[in-house]
């Protein structure tokens, strides 16, 4: 079983709507919990963290759920821009990432 | 303002050459990574170092080695170039270790061993 898994879609989503997703891990001593997102042919980049009490920033939601170790991403209100892969990243020391989830927003 | 940068940014190489990957960032982060990143893999980690003289496997070092003679630099060898090693790699620092362990990429390196 791989430490961090992710659903790799494609999500095609229009614009406008909402789109989850969700990421497992299997290493319980995980303690840092992180989305990245990443555009094409570029670098990943920070979205947001992820804490016990859950986390909001603006259009973002991320949620963790220990007992269940799996975390999650809600995008409310998709726009084009958000079109990118988004990377799920967890770490007990050194960071471990999913293999990406591509989110399309279609016009 | 701090970054971390790469070099070369694209690179052709031949099967069997030693190749050198730089990696510098000006964060004076401690830790500092080497990903892969491959279609249907994600980011795999390559090798890792958690301060000057200290460097670590990932899951995917077979073929690869790091050396850390400074907190700013951790360049990444391939002793003998191999199809398979043609990839994107991706260096990355962070501060701590444990909580806050967010990282920042450099913008990659992409390789192609023929």
């Known amino acids: 079983r791989k430490e961090v898994e992710q659903d790799p879609g494609p999500f095609n989503v229009p614009e406008g709507a909402t789109v989850a997703f969700n990421c497992t891990y299997s290493?319980?001593?995980?303690?840092?919990f992180f989305w990245y997102r990443q555009d094409c042919r570029k670098e990943p980049k920070l979205l947001m963290s992820?804490?016990?009490s859950g986390n909001e920033d603006g259009r973002f939601t991320a949620q963790l759920n220990r007992a269940s170790q799996y975390i999650s991403l809600l995008i409310r209100d998709s726009k084009l821009s958000d079109s990118a892969t988004y990377l799920c990243a967890v770490s007990p020391e050194k960071l471990t990432f999913g293999t990406g989830t591509r989110l399309t927003i279609i016009p | 303002d701090a970054e971390i940068t790469q070099s070369p940014r694209h690179k052709i190489t031949e099967t069997g050459r030693q190749v050198t990957l730089a990696c510098h960032q000006t964060?004076?982060?401690?830790?500092m990574f080497w990903y892969r990143q491959d279609l249907g893999h994600g980011l795999r980690l390559i090798h890792y170092s958690y301060g000057v003289q200290d460097t670590n496997k990932g899951e995917v070092s077979d073929g690869y080695s790091v050396s850390r003679s400074n907190t700013e630099d951790l360049p990444l060898t391939l002793e003998s170039a191999a199809s398979s090693q043609t990839s994107v790699y991706f260096c990355?620092?962070?501060?701590?270790?444990?909580?806050?362990?967010?990282?920042?990429f450099g913008q990659g390196t992409r390789l192609t061993v023929v």
């Open positions: 964060w004076n982060h401690n830790n």
């Open positions: 290493n319980s001593a995980s303690q840092s």
């Open positions: 990355a620092s962070s501060r701590d270790r444990g909580m806050n362990t967010e990282a920042f």
């Open positions: 992820v804490y016990s």
